[in-house]
């Protein structure tokens, strides 16, 4: 990522702040023998990947103090951990000239904290029953010796600029979207029944790795038979039997940003009658509430509309006698928003504008015929209707049987 993106982030998230007022963000603490995932916030606004760091800008008497904060190299701990970032690296990564220890946070913090009266931070959603975010911890010091300094999440300042996408941000989503269209369709080429769900993702990781990408958007989903009507079934542990509809809800990283895909295809060579009728019905919906996506239009409208025409389609089948009954096979949204993190900012109420990525994915879930469809794309929000970003992932009943035909033939 380029520093000068990072830059104008910076500049616009400063815009905001008032006089006498602060954002402090934390990356995330790393975790012993864990693959580190970056705070998606500390992500957006500085471009660097690594943990333990702290970028603070202050608002004081009109001027403008921007500080990131770094780990201090130990030559005794490089052998097991590596070398830490340098400051002229991170100069370079971020384009933040004022570089200063972690061990210097506090003092330098204690040197404003007289002339603050607001700090935004990435608390995070604090629970009664969870231990206090890394934030929240970091920051508790302040709330106990200056607890005339209001402290307050950051959210409501960072979504604005988070909710559009600028064109680097939609090519990492495009490319997260095209690798995650490869693995689906190595899978569509290689399944076969008596397989584990687990086989089926490890072909779909392979090829994000092979192709750069290191790391899931999410825990995937690849759900056989009964376990498609899961909504978050991520176990992935069950043998794929004969006749069964395999779900997969999966999504590559790419630089942070996550595409958010679900395919639906036979492990036979052919859908059978009954997946066939409800694949129809779900499709011709997720095709609908494409077709509506333009700025100005409300999520909310996505979502009823998606209600009542899966009502339609339920009822025209007999799977339902009224629509009131469409909620016992269809529990969740239609959309939601989609960027650094999965499920990205942005309320269900939300107004579309350009920029915008958020997905489409209907359903319909019939546990008791061990059955369970959605079908998920990923697209923008143009200046004048949509593109769909997961347009090349086939989805098309005919497209998927002539896959499974030529994969089961060989």
Request: hydrophobic residues 40%; proline residues 4%.
């Amino acid at each position: 990522m380029d520093s000068e993106i990072t830059r104008k982030r910076r500049e616009k998230l400063a815009e905001q702040l008032g006089d006498n007022e602060s954002a402090i963000i934390f990356a995330k603490p790393e975790i012993s023998l864990e693959k580190f995932s970056q705070d998606s916030n500390f992500l957006y606004f500085t471009g660097i990947n690594e943990p333990e760091l702290i970028y603070l800008v202050a608002k004081v008497w009109g001027k403008l103090n921007e500080v990131l904060f770094i780990e201090r190299g130990n030559p005794e701990r490089v052998v097991w951990e590596g070398v830490k970032l340098s400051i002229d690296e991170a100069k370079d990564i971020s384009g933040i000239q004022q570089i200063r220890y972690k061990d210097e946070f506090y003092p330098f913090l204690s040197g404003i904290c007289s002339q603050l009266t607001r700090i935004y931070s990435n608390l995070g959603y604090p629970m009664l029953c969870k231990p206090p975010s890394y934030p929240l911890y970091m920051l508790q010091p302040i709330q106990e010796k200056c607890p005339y300094i209001e402290i307050k999440d950051l959210n409501d300042m960072i979504t604005p600029l988070r909710l559009v996408k600028d064109e680097w941000e939609i090519q990492q989503l495009q490319r997260a979207i095209d690798i995650t269209g490869l693995g689906i369709r190595d899978i569509l080429h290689t399944a076969k029944a008596g397989m584990m769900e687990y086989e089926l993702e490890a072909t779909l990781f392979y090829r994000m790795q092979v192709n750069g990408l290191q790391q899931w958007g999410f825990a995937p989903i690849i759900a056989a038979g009964v376990n498609a009507a899961t909504l978050h079934y991520e176990k992935n542990n069950c043998q794929i039997q004969a006749g069964d509809l395999v779900l997969m809800d999966v999504g590559a990283s790419c630089n942070g940003y996550s595409a958010d895909i679900t395919r639906c295809f036979p492990i036979d060579q052919k859908f059978s009658s009954r997946q066939t009728e409800i694949y129809n019905i779900v499709l011709d919906v997720n095709k609908k509430i494409i077709e509506l996506i333009k700025p100005g239009i409300e999520m909310s409208v996505l979502n009823n509309n998606t209600v009542e025409w899966l009502a339609e389609g339920m009822l025209s089948i007999g799977l339902i006698n009224s629509r009131e009954e469409v909620r016992k096979y269809y529990m969740h949204s239609v959309s939601h928003f989609l960027g650094l993190e999965t499920h990205d900012v942005g309320g269900r109420e939300a107004v579309l504008v350009p920029g915008n990525v958020i997905t489409v994915e209907p359903g319909i879930y019939i546990p008791e015929e061990k059955l369970g469809v959605r079908i998920e794309d990923d697209v923008l929000v143009t200046d004048n209707g949509h593109q769909v970003l997961s347009a090349g992932i086939p989805k098309e009943i005919s497209d998927i049987e002539s896959i499974r035909q030529e994969a089961l033939q060989k």
